[in-house]
């Protein structure tokens, strides 16, 4: 088993930065593990990055291309997602997930999830 635990979330102003953490135990070897989010009012969650276990390959949702940067440090067992210029939209729950897959595995090949921790941007 994999026990996820998301951090980082709260409310800032539009342009301004967060950094996300997602601290895994249990089983987390050869997992590669991925962001989602979930805004509010929407009834599924969309991927926002995955990185491998190795580290060497990563995968961004167009939206957040160029502004989100997804890193891990196998040593601490965690994942950063730092997000950079925030925009009101980017507003959501944050859930970490872990998976036996590449970084582009579709969603529900995510068999782990975290409990999600709280974005909002305001304008």
């Not at 967060?18 to 050869?30: H, Q, V």
């Not at 805004?39 to 989100?68: C, L």
């Not at 890193?71 to 507003?91: G, H, I």
Request: hydrophobic share 35%; with cysteine.
């Amino acid at each position: 088993q994999v026990q996820l635990v998301e951090s980082g979330g709260g409310l800032v102003q539009a342009g301004t930065s967060l950094r996300l953490s997602c601290a895994a135990s249990g089983r987390t070897f050869s997992r590669s593990i991925g962001w989602f989010r979930q805004a509010p009012g929407k009834g599924e969650r969309e991927f926002v990055a995955a990185i491998t276990w190795s580290g060497s390959s990563t995968h961004y949702a167009d939206f957040v291309k160029g502004r989100f940067i997804i890193s891990r440090v196998n040593f601490e067992n965690t994942v950063y997602l730092q997000m950079n210029s925030l925009k009101p939209e980017d507003t959501a729950v944050y859930y970490c997930a872990a998976s036996y897959g590449s970084a582009t595995a579709p969603l529900d090949e995510y068999d782990y999830w975290g409990q999600g921790t709280q974005v909002t941007v305001s304008s």
